[in-house]
T-cell receptor, first 114, second 112 residues
Framework: ETGVTQSPTHLIKTRGQQVTLRCSSQ?????VSWYQQALGQGPQFIFQ???????GRGNFPPRFSGLQFPNYSSELNVNALELDDSALYLC?????????????FGPGTRLTVL | SQQGEEDPQALSIQEGENATMNCSYK?????LQWYRQNSGRGLVHLIL?????REKHSGRLRVTLDTSKKSSSLLITASRAADTASYFC????????????FGSGTRLQVQP
Protein backbone atom coordinates (compact mmCIF):
# COMPACT_ATOMS: atom_id res chain seq x y z
CA GLU A 1 0.00 0.00 0.00
CA THR A 2 1.25 3.45 -0.92
CA GLY A 3 -0.69 5.50 1.61
CA VAL A 4 -2.45 7.40 -1.17
CA THR A 5 -6.22 7.14 -0.95
CA GLN A 6 -8.91 8.08 -3.44
CA SER A 7 -12.65 8.44 -3.19
CA PRO A 8 -15.05 7.32 -4.37
CA THR A 9 -13.99 3.93 -5.74
CA HIS A 10 -16.66 3.87 -8.43
CA LEU A 11 -18.96 6.51 -9.82
CA ILE A 12 -21.69 6.52 -12.46
CA LYS A 13 -22.78 9.81 -14.00
CA THR A 14 -24.74 10.93 -17.06
CA ARG A 15 -23.59 13.19 -19.88
CA GLY A 16 -23.55 16.85 -18.97
CA GLN A 17 -23.22 16.30 -15.24
CA GLN A 18 -20.30 17.41 -13.09
CA VAL A 19 -18.10 15.20 -10.90
CA THR A 20 -15.56 15.73 -8.12
CA LEU A 21 -12.93 13.13 -7.31
CA ARG A 22 -10.78 13.29 -4.19
CA CYS A 23 -7.26 12.23 -3.30
CA SER A 24 -5.26 12.20 -0.10
CA SER A 25 -1.53 12.21 -0.63
CA GLN A 26 1.06 10.17 1.18
CA UNK A 27 2.37 11.74 4.37
CA UNK A 28 5.21 14.16 3.65
CA UNK A 29 4.38 14.54 -0.06
CA UNK A 30 3.61 18.04 -1.31
CA UNK A 31 2.91 17.24 -4.97
CA VAL A 32 -0.15 15.56 -6.45
CA SER A 33 -0.55 14.54 -10.08
CA TRP A 34 -3.74 13.35 -11.77
CA TYR A 35 -3.91 10.88 -14.64
CA GLN A 36 -6.70 9.52 -16.83
CA GLN A 37 -6.47 5.91 -17.98
CA ALA A 38 -8.83 4.70 -20.67
CA LEU A 39 -9.42 0.97 -20.96
CA GLY A 40 -6.42 -0.82 -22.43
CA GLN A 41 -4.27 2.33 -22.52
CA GLY A 42 -1.52 3.84 -20.42
CA PRO A 43 -2.29 6.69 -18.03
CA GLN A 44 -2.39 10.19 -19.54
CA PHE A 45 -1.24 13.18 -17.51
CA ILE A 46 -4.00 15.68 -16.68
CA PHE A 47 -2.26 18.15 -14.35
CA GLN A 48 -0.01 18.44 -11.34
CA UNK A 49 -0.26 20.53 -8.16
CA UNK A 50 2.68 21.60 -6.08
CA UNK A 51 2.10 23.50 -2.84
CA UNK A 52 -1.46 24.43 -3.88
CA UNK A 53 -0.45 25.82 -7.29
CA UNK A 54 -0.95 24.16 -10.68
CA UNK A 55 2.49 23.06 -11.83
CA GLY A 56 1.87 21.80 -15.33
CA ARG A 57 -1.01 20.56 -17.41
CA GLY A 58 -1.46 17.93 -20.08
CA ASN A 59 -3.61 18.08 -23.17
CA PHE A 60 -6.98 18.27 -21.42
CA PRO A 61 -9.70 20.92 -21.90
CA PRO A 62 -10.48 23.56 -19.25
CA ARG A 63 -13.54 21.65 -18.04
CA PHE A 64 -10.97 19.50 -16.21
CA SER A 65 -9.93 21.56 -13.19
CA GLY A 66 -8.26 20.87 -9.90
CA LEU A 67 -7.47 22.10 -6.47
CA GLN A 68 -4.89 21.31 -3.82
CA PHE A 69 -5.48 22.07 -0.16
CA PRO A 70 -3.04 23.17 2.57
CA ASN A 71 -2.79 19.56 3.78
CA TYR A 72 -1.78 18.64 0.17
CA SER A 73 -4.91 16.60 -0.52
CA SER A 74 -6.43 17.33 -3.90
CA GLU A 75 -9.61 17.36 -5.94
CA LEU A 76 -10.22 16.78 -9.63
CA ASN A 77 -13.37 18.38 -11.04
CA VAL A 78 -14.81 17.57 -14.43
CA ASN A 79 -17.67 19.67 -15.81
CA ALA A 80 -20.05 18.89 -18.67
CA LEU A 81 -19.19 15.18 -18.67
CA GLU A 82 -18.83 13.43 -22.02
CA LEU A 83 -19.03 9.71 -22.79
CA ASP A 84 -15.26 9.69 -23.51
CA ASP A 85 -14.57 10.80 -19.95
CA SER A 86 -15.33 7.25 -18.85
CA ALA A 87 -12.00 6.02 -17.48
CA LEU A 88 -9.97 5.15 -14.40
CA TYR A 89 -8.74 8.35 -12.74
CA LEU A 90 -5.52 7.97 -10.83
CA CYS A 91 -3.85 10.37 -8.49
CA UNK A 92 -0.23 10.09 -7.45
CA UNK A 93 1.74 11.89 -4.81
CA UNK A 94 5.43 12.65 -4.80
CA UNK A 95 8.04 14.73 -3.04
CA UNK A 96 10.30 16.38 -5.62
CA UNK A 97 12.29 17.99 -2.86
CA UNK A 98 13.72 14.57 -2.11
CA UNK A 99 15.33 14.56 -5.57
CA UNK A 100 13.29 11.70 -6.87
CA UNK A 101 10.57 11.54 -9.49
CA UNK A 102 9.01 8.37 -8.12
CA UNK A 103 5.26 8.76 -7.85
CA UNK A 104 3.03 6.81 -5.49
CA PHE A 105 -0.37 5.98 -6.89
CA GLY A 106 -3.73 5.58 -5.27
CA PRO A 107 -6.11 2.75 -6.25
CA GLY A 108 -8.05 4.98 -8.64
CA THR A 109 -11.65 6.04 -9.17
CA ARG A 110 -13.56 4.28 -11.94
CA LEU A 111 -15.86 6.81 -13.62
CA THR A 112 -18.59 5.65 -15.98
CA VAL A 113 -20.47 8.25 -18.00
CA LEU A 114 -23.77 7.10 -19.51
CA SER B 1 -0.07 11.27 -26.99
CA GLN B 2 2.11 8.49 -25.63
CA GLN B 3 5.82 9.18 -25.21
CA GLY B 4 6.78 5.56 -24.98
CA GLU B 5 5.66 2.39 -26.63
CA GLU B 6 6.05 -1.02 -25.08
CA ASP B 7 6.74 -4.17 -27.00
CA PRO B 8 5.23 -6.73 -27.03
CA GLN B 9 1.69 -5.59 -26.25
CA ALA B 10 0.99 -8.98 -24.67
CA LEU B 11 3.21 -11.79 -23.43
CA SER B 12 2.29 -15.23 -22.12
CA ILE B 13 4.92 -17.44 -20.46
CA GLN B 14 5.18 -20.38 -18.06
CA GLU B 15 6.13 -20.02 -14.43
CA GLY B 16 9.90 -20.11 -14.00
CA GLU B 17 10.63 -18.59 -17.41
CA ASN B 18 12.07 -15.13 -17.90
CA ALA B 19 9.97 -12.26 -19.27
CA THR B 20 11.45 -9.42 -21.27
CA MET B 21 9.57 -6.24 -22.12
CA ASN B 22 10.88 -3.38 -24.21
CA CYS B 23 10.08 0.31 -24.23
CA SER B 24 10.94 2.97 -26.77
CA TYR B 25 10.56 6.70 -26.28
CA LYS B 26 10.84 9.78 -28.44
CA UNK B 27 12.49 12.70 -26.64
CA UNK B 28 15.45 13.13 -24.31
CA UNK B 29 14.71 12.14 -20.75
CA UNK B 30 15.85 12.76 -17.20
CA UNK B 31 14.93 9.27 -16.05
CA LEU B 32 12.81 6.28 -17.00
CA GLN B 33 10.65 4.28 -14.62
CA TRP B 34 8.79 1.00 -14.76
CA TYR B 35 5.43 0.53 -13.08
CA ARG B 36 3.19 -2.47 -12.60
CA GLN B 37 -0.61 -2.49 -12.58
CA ASN B 38 -2.84 -5.36 -11.47
CA SER B 39 -6.14 -5.50 -13.39
CA GLY B 40 -7.24 -1.86 -13.45
CA ARG B 41 -5.93 -0.96 -10.01
CA GLY B 42 -3.35 1.66 -9.02
CA LEU B 43 0.18 1.55 -10.35
CA VAL B 44 3.08 0.32 -8.26
CA HIS B 45 6.56 1.73 -8.82
CA LEU B 46 9.11 -0.99 -9.62
CA ILE B 47 12.38 0.70 -10.53
CA LEU B 48 13.85 4.01 -11.72
CA UNK B 49 16.89 4.34 -13.96
CA UNK B 50 18.52 7.72 -14.61
CA UNK B 51 19.69 8.88 -18.01
CA UNK B 52 23.36 8.47 -17.01
CA UNK B 53 22.86 4.84 -15.92
CA ARG B 54 22.92 1.83 -18.25
CA GLU B 55 21.70 -1.00 -16.04
CA LYS B 56 20.00 -1.43 -12.72
CA HIS B 57 18.90 -4.43 -10.65
CA SER B 58 16.25 -4.87 -7.99
CA GLY B 59 15.55 -8.42 -6.80
CA ARG B 60 14.35 -10.40 -9.82
CA LEU B 61 14.14 -7.24 -11.95
CA ARG B 62 16.83 -6.03 -14.33
CA VAL B 63 16.41 -2.81 -16.28
CA THR B 64 18.64 -1.53 -19.05
CA LEU B 65 18.63 1.88 -20.70
CA ASP B 66 20.15 2.83 -24.06
CA THR B 67 19.77 6.59 -24.51
CA SER B 68 21.35 6.49 -27.98
CA LYS B 69 18.54 4.21 -29.16
CA LYS B 70 15.94 5.80 -26.85
CA SER B 71 14.98 2.39 -25.52
CA SER B 72 14.78 0.44 -22.29
CA SER B 73 14.10 -3.17 -21.36
CA LEU B 74 12.68 -4.80 -18.25
CA LEU B 75 13.65 -8.39 -17.50
CA ILE B 76 11.79 -10.39 -14.87
CA THR B 77 13.68 -13.55 -14.04
CA ALA B 78 12.15 -16.78 -12.74
CA SER B 79 8.62 -15.47 -13.20
CA ARG B 80 5.77 -16.41 -10.89
CA ALA B 81 2.01 -16.51 -11.40
CA ALA B 82 1.83 -13.46 -9.09
CA ASP B 83 3.81 -11.46 -11.68
CA THR B 84 0.73 -11.49 -13.93
CA ALA B 85 -0.05 -7.81 -14.50
CA SER B 86 0.37 -4.95 -16.96
CA TYR B 87 3.77 -3.29 -17.03
CA PHE B 88 4.31 0.31 -18.10
CA CYS B 89 7.39 2.34 -18.77
CA UNK B 90 7.19 6.03 -17.94
CA UNK B 91 9.57 8.85 -18.68
CA UNK B 92 10.27 12.15 -17.04
CA UNK B 93 11.34 14.71 -19.59
CA UNK B 94 14.69 16.43 -19.35
CA UNK B 95 13.20 19.83 -18.73
CA UNK B 96 10.01 21.35 -17.43
CA UNK B 97 7.36 19.65 -15.37
CA UNK B 98 8.09 16.48 -13.47
CA UNK B 99 5.10 14.55 -14.77
CA UNK B 100 5.23 10.98 -16.00
CA UNK B 101 4.57 10.17 -19.63
CA PHE B 102 3.47 6.54 -19.98
CA GLY B 103 3.64 4.03 -22.75
CA SER B 104 0.73 1.80 -23.66
CA GLY B 105 1.91 -1.15 -21.58
CA THR B 106 2.70 -4.85 -21.88
CA ARG B 107 0.17 -7.31 -20.50
CA LEU B 108 2.05 -10.22 -18.97
CA GLN B 109 0.34 -13.52 -18.24
CA VAL B 110 2.34 -16.09 -16.27
CA GLN B 111 0.83 -19.56 -16.46
CA PRO B 112 1.26 -21.71 -13.33
Amino acid sequence: ETGVTQSPTHLIKTRGQQVTLRCSSQSGHNTVSWYQQALGQGPQFIFQYYREEENGRGNFPPRFSGLQFPNYSSELNVNALELDDSALYLCASSAPGLRTDTQYFGPGTRLTVL
Amino acid sequence: SQQGEEDPQALSIQEGENATMNCSYKTSINNLQWYRQNSGRGLVHLILIRSNEREKHSGRLRVTLDTSKKSSSLLITASRAADTASYFCATVLGTGRRALTFGSGTRLQVQP
